[in-house]
Nanobody
């Protein structure tokens, strides 16, 4: 069956870096664009960024652009979210999601995505 399993979340201090991974199985990973979303308590789910099927294109929200980097390894069916200079406002549950859209397309709307992981908590606090 389809699975997206996030790992690597945790508690870090402001200014720290952290890498979150998402391992996919049960579907043709290389044919799906991948997105990262986050949801803080009491807030709506927010698009963080995404990566195209080949990994050649990435797109980030303004709030994380320049601090976060998304990459993927199609041989390992894994997508990564590298976060740097973390801030307390980055505290949220982080979700990866898979989108069987047009090759090269990265969509920001959560409803566009076909599969979702269970999420991993990232807490930034001193």
């Amino acid at each position: 069956q389809v699975q997206l399993v996030e790992s690597g979340g945790g508690l870090v201090q402001p200014g720290d870096s952290l890498r979150v991974s998402c391992a996919a199985s049960g579907f043709p990973f290389k044919l799906f664009a991948m997105g990262w979303f986050r949801q803080a308590p009491g807030k709506a789910r927010e698009f963080v960024g995404g990566i195209s099927t080949s990994g050649g294109r990435t797109y980030y929200s303004d709030s994380v652009n320049g601090r976060f980097t998304i990459s993927r390894d199609n041989a390992r069916n894994t997508v990564y979210l590298q976060m740097a200079n973390l801030k307390p406002g980055d505290t949220a549950v982080y979700y990866c999601a898979a989108d069987r859209g047009e090759p090269g397309l990265i969509r920001r709307v959560a409803d566009s995505y076909d599969y979702w992981g269970q999420g991993t908590q990232v807490t930034v606090s001193s």
